[in-house]
DNA sequence: GCCCATATAGGACTAAAGTCCCATAGACAC
DNA sequence: GTGTCTATGGGACTTTAGTCCTATATGGGC
């Protein structure tokens, strides 16, 4: 990928300009356009907090002095409303804590202005391809917990007690039921999972934050 | 954890405080102390670079500028060594793209000169408890590798259709063997690996980043 | 009062996994 | 060339898991 008119493939992601200043969104977006992005440019914070949640791959370049909420205060926001997008920052007056606070809270970049335009399309690519990773990851960590909800309370705890290993024997014993019961819940969990084997379930586990019981 | 001046439990942990200037290594060094913390100091990268690898709990406060290697290059020596600490980095004259280039390099945090007290605290703090969290994951991951390490070739690679969680039939068509020999194999990795079911073999292979074939 | 979901469990069976015994054959070391 | 490690497998067996059938009890919802 040595051209960098076109480091993105496969779907087109969506870059969201947000900057007060208008010569800086006129010429962002002729950049990005030109690197075959899609573009989507606001004034402010507020007024990119009342578009309604972008599900597709993309990434939020980002003022850090506005009028109304700063730039940090979106990243912010967004963290608080669980809408992730990677961030990079542009400054024209930032300063060292600010830019070390907006980095430890995840953001991709932070240029100061003026940058080199290299430096940005370095961070877009970054950014966009961190965040096709994690929808993919929370899209699969989703299924499985949409799978896992459709599960009783008592198969969802033989499940906690199968990813440990446990015997079926053992796991009555603890329980206190025949090992045939525990038979039939497990066969459940298998069922409502769509679970070959053992292997699988501490996967799905794993994915879905699932924790063994004790 | 409201005393600032023990908020570091369990064994001591060291502090390397790299900066050429004398006066800051004392001023430092009395600060650590007071917190509890074992501290060594170094005038130079170098100097730090010559001393044996730390094997406990620590964090190294890491001056920018200095003569010979700067901070930033002692971070990416230990970086490219796997002689992994968390740093804080403290600087007089540092610059955003400076700040945030270590930020992205993993630093805990990034204090201009003069820095309040607390904020020191606080980043010893994160940085500390980050250090002892890698440790124990990283001896965990050593651990399990060690253990791997003893499987021959074949067991291995039985090791890794396990952990897929296909049957002994599927793994012996699979390979052209008996479904006995399969067995056999499994058998042994069970016993090197002190597992007792399939489940583990899944834990024990994510941790150690061992990957299903194919 | 009846239907449905949930949790419980027995009986009879198949399939898979694990555990002993045994054996052969190649590779490599000393 | 004798010994050890590795990979291969057969036979006979036990244990565990999974799959049918059946059934009972309980608690809500309409």
């Known amino acids: 990928m040595t051209d960098n008119r076109s480091p993105f493939t496969g779907v087109r992601p969506t870059?969201?300009?947000?900057?007060?200043?208008?010569?800086?969104?006129?010429?962002?977006?002729?950049?990005?356009?030109?690197?075959g992005l899609i573009t989507e440019t606001?004034?402010?914070a507020d007024e990119f907090l009342k578009r309604e949640h972008y599900g597709g791959v993309?990434?939020?370049?980002?003022?850090?002095?506005m009028p109304g909420l700063s730039g940090m205060d979106l990243q912010d926001e967004l963290s608080k409303a669980?809408?992730?997008?990677?961030?990079?920052?542009?400054?024209?007056?930032?300063?060292?804590?600010?830019?070390v606070r907006a980095m430890k809270k995840g953001a991709v970049d932070f240029?100061?202005?003026?940058?080199d335009e290299q430096e940005l399309i370095d961070a877009l690519k970054k950014a966009i391809e961190k965040d096709r990773t994690a929808?993919?990851?929370?899209?699969?960590?989703?299924?499985?917990?949409?799978?896992?909800?459709?599960?009783?309370?008592?198969?969802?705890?033989?499940?906690?007690y199968v990813i440990t290993g446990m015997l079926n024997k053992q796991i009555a014993f603890k329980l206190d039921i025949a090992e045939k019961t525990v038979k039939i819940h497990r066969a459940r969990v298998f069922e409502k999972l769509c679970a070959n084997s053992v292997a699988e379930l501490v996967r799905m586990a794993?994915?879905?934050?699932?924790?063994?019981p004790d």
Chains 1, 2 share one sequence.
């Open 58 to 65: 993309g990434c939020i370049v980002l003022d850090v002095r």
């Open 82 to 99: 669980d809408y992730s997008m990677p961030i990079i920052f542009i400054s024209g007056h930032g300063n060292i804590p600010m830019s």
């Open 206 to 212: 794993e994915k879905a934050g699932v924790e063994p």
């Open 42 to 44: 606001y004034a402010s």
């Open 111 to 115: 240029l100061p202005k003026p940058f």
């Open 135 to 160: 929808k993919a990851e929370r899209t699969e960590a989703r299924d499985i917990q949409t799978r896992i909800e459709q599960l009783t309370p008592r198969e969802y705890e033989i499940f906690r």
């Open 15 to 35: 870059v969201f300009v947000v900057d007060d200043d208008a010569s800086v969104r006129k010429s962002l977006s002729r950049l990005l356009d030109s690197l």
